[in-house]
């Protein structure tokens, strides 16, 4: 199952509903539940997306509980939960802090959904930014970017082919204990999430993707050439996708008030604005419609698979 089909700009989303910050989240969805991400979830596999998202996060500290909630579904339960009501569209953690796990962990639970779900895993990975939270768990915060670094080093290993995964580092180190169900997958797609220059860099070397985290268009282009730079000169020839978030998106007229960033009206001018991702040297988009209800975003997102999707590589 190819993540970029014939190298053309693909679409996908963050899953409404599971993660519920104050920065995104909708008014309606404080009181939507199960049935909404399904109906959602179906709406995205009828509509082309490639991927629907989850985030990750263990507990909130009461600090933090104000802007970011408390409300953070856990992504391999609610991808495995929606594998079941879709045939298509991939599965994908944006991101799963697996610093908060010792690797043979995060395997199990990720080769067993990418297994279920016929091989549509898309495993998103990020350092993590939320103190207490390591601390619950007894994990390193100060060290978590060179414990991500070695944790997906040995992710690469668990989640390969082998029954019986070995690796060695300086933090973790497993040989003759075997792990089925394997992945469906023979490669299972490690995307790294992060824009600053350490996140760039480790994108770079270890990434089979990378996801951005809030770069603006003006910034893109610069982001792309320093990530291009570090393989080439590490001299990895293997091709990265390179992703992008969108602005918010309304397809048509609103007829409400959706916010000054949010881009509307036609499809066409829709799509025209966003080939200009493709020009950068984008990969795949993720996007996100305002709304004031389910029925209003399933709407756009049929609307977008429709009208917009099509024309984005015109």
């Not at 290993?157 to 070995?166: C, F, I, K, M, R």
């Not at 580092?169 to 089925?180: I, T």
């Not at 320093?226 to 007829?255: C, H, M, T």
Request: charged share 20%; proline share 7%; aromatic share 8%.
């Amino acid at each position: 199952m190819p993540i970029l089909p014939n190298g053309r700009l693909v679409y996908g989303m963050q899953l409404p509903v599971q993660s519920q910050s104050t920065i995104y989240a909708e008014g309606w969805e404080a009181d939507a539940g199960p049935e909404d991400l399904v109906a959602i979830a179906r709406a995205a596999d009828r509509s082309g997306f490639a991927y629907i998202a989850g985030c990750d996060h263990v507990a909130i500290p009461r600090r933090l509980a104000g802007p970011m909630s408390t409300i953070w579904y856990d992504p391999v339960a609610t991808l495995s939960f929606l594998a079941g009501v879709t045939e298509r569209v991939r599965l994908m953690s944006h991101v799963a802090v697996v610093g908060l796990r010792h690797p043979l962990v995060t395997a199990k639970q990720y080769a067993t959904l990418d297994h279920l779900s016929g091989g549509r895993l898309i495993l998103g990975v990020g350092a993590g930014h939320v103190q207490e939270e390591f601390e619950a768990v007894g994990a390193d915060f100060a060290r978590r970017g060179p414990a991500l670094d070695e944790t997906i080093d040995a992710l690469r290993a668990a989640l390969g082919p082998e029954e019986y995964p070995s690796f060695q580092g300086e933090r973790f180190a497993f040989s003759g204990l075997g792990q089925r169900p394997r992945p469906a997958q023979r490669h299972v797609p490690v995307w790294v999430g992060g824009s600053s220059p350490a996140a760039v860099r480790r994108a770079a070397l270890r990434g089979d993707g990378w996801l951005p985290q809030g770069d603006k268009r003006s910034e893109l282009p610069s982001q792309i050439a320093k990530l291009k730079g570090i393989r080439e000169g590490a001299g990895i020839v293997d091709p990265i996708v390179i992703g992008a978030i969108s602005e918010a998106l309304y397809v048509g007229e609103p007829g409400w008030e959706t916010g000054r960033r949010t881009l509307t009206g036609k499809p066409e001018a829709l799509a025209e604005s966003l080939r200009a991702y493709r020009a950068m040297g984008v990969d795949q988009i993720q996007v996100r419609f305002r709304s004031r209800g389910r029925d209003e975003l399933t709407d756009q997102m049929a609307a977008f698979g429709a009208d917009v999707g099509p024309y984005l590589n015109d």
